[in-house]
């Protein structure tokens, strides 16, 4: 009998053990698929840090399904990427089902930048709702249009495009990609199988 039970407790163990392997193997995987946002963007930079400081220099992937929101939150979830890079981790961005909007830059935050074969990307200007007096409303739109150079160069630098080319594209409508046309223009490696 105690043999038996030996054995079961083996197993046991043996199952927990590589359940918490398993667990671990994944645990660096972030799945981003709500809109870009204050809270989404804390939410997200609040896991990632963690885990970058429980395992300096791993590998993470963040998994993108969005229809994008707020640049600004988008921009610091962004620059936050790009630290985690520079603190050795190696970053794969992977968008499925749709990066639209904010979620197309934020792909372009990966050492390696992958897309789902089913998956479509949509770039288009900045939006912007201003109420209020002309000065504030001018004021307004002038930081929305630094806001856009912004998203432009970012979207430039690791494309075949120039600003030029993609703010052409987008210029008064959304430009919808499926995965074939987003590898080609560059603004991801490779098609994720």
């Given at each position: 009998l105690s043999l038996v039970r030996a054995r079961l407790e083996l197993a046991e163990l043996e199952r927990s053990h590589a359940e918490a392997g398993a667990a671990a193997k994944h645990a660096r995987v972030y799945f981003f698929s709500r809109q870009v946002n204050k809270k989404s963007v804390?939410?997200?930079?609040?896991?990632?840090g963690l885990w970058s400081r429980r395992?300096?220099?791993?590998?993470m992937r963040l998994v993108i399904n969005t229809l994008g929101g707020d640049v600004v939150h988008g921009l610091a979830l962004y620059d936050f990427l790009g630290e985690l890079r520079a603190l050795g981790?190696?970053?794969?961005?992977v968008a499925i089902g749709q990066a639209a909007s904010f979620g197309a830059v934020l792909l372009q935050a990966g050492d390696q930048r992958l897309i789902g074969r089913n998956a479509s990307v949509l770039l288009h200007e900045v939006s912007v709702g201003v109420v209020g007096k002309l000065t504030?409303?001018?004021?307004?739109?002038e930081f929305s249009r630094s806001l856009q150079q912004r998203l432009l160069?970012?979207?430039a630098s690791r494309s075949t495009l120039?600003?030029?080319e993609i703010a052409a594209q987008w210029?008064?409508?959304d430009w919808w990609l499926t995965a074939e046309?987003?590898?080609a223009l560059g603004l991801a490696d490779a098609i994720s199988t």
């Amino acid at each position: 009998l105690s043999l038996v039970r030996a054995r079961l407790e083996l197993a046991e163990l043996e199952r927990s053990h590589a359940e918490a392997g398993a667990a671990a193997k994944h645990a660096r995987v972030y799945f981003f698929s709500r809109q870009v946002n204050k809270k989404s963007v804390a939410e997200t930079i609040d896991t990632l840090g963690l885990w970058s400081r429980r395992d300096p220099e791993a590998e993470m992937r963040l998994v993108i399904n969005t229809l994008g929101g707020d640049v600004v939150h988008g921009l610091a979830l962004y620059d936050f990427l790009g630290e985690l890079r520079a603190l050795g981790h190696r970053l794969t961005t992977v968008a499925i089902g749709q990066a639209a909007s904010f979620g197309a830059v934020l792909l372009q935050a990966g050492d390696q930048r992958l897309i789902g074969r089913n998956a479509s990307v949509l770039l288009h200007e900045v939006s912007v709702g201003v109420v209020g007096k002309l000065t504030a409303i001018e004021d307004r739109i002038e930081f929305s249009r630094s806001l856009q150079q912004r998203l432009l160069a970012i979207l430039a630098s690791r494309s075949t495009l120039s600003v030029e080319e993609i703010a052409a594209q987008w210029s008064r409508k959304d430009w919808w990609l499926t995965a074939e046309e987003v590898v080609a223009l560059g603004l991801a490696d490779a098609i994720s199988t």
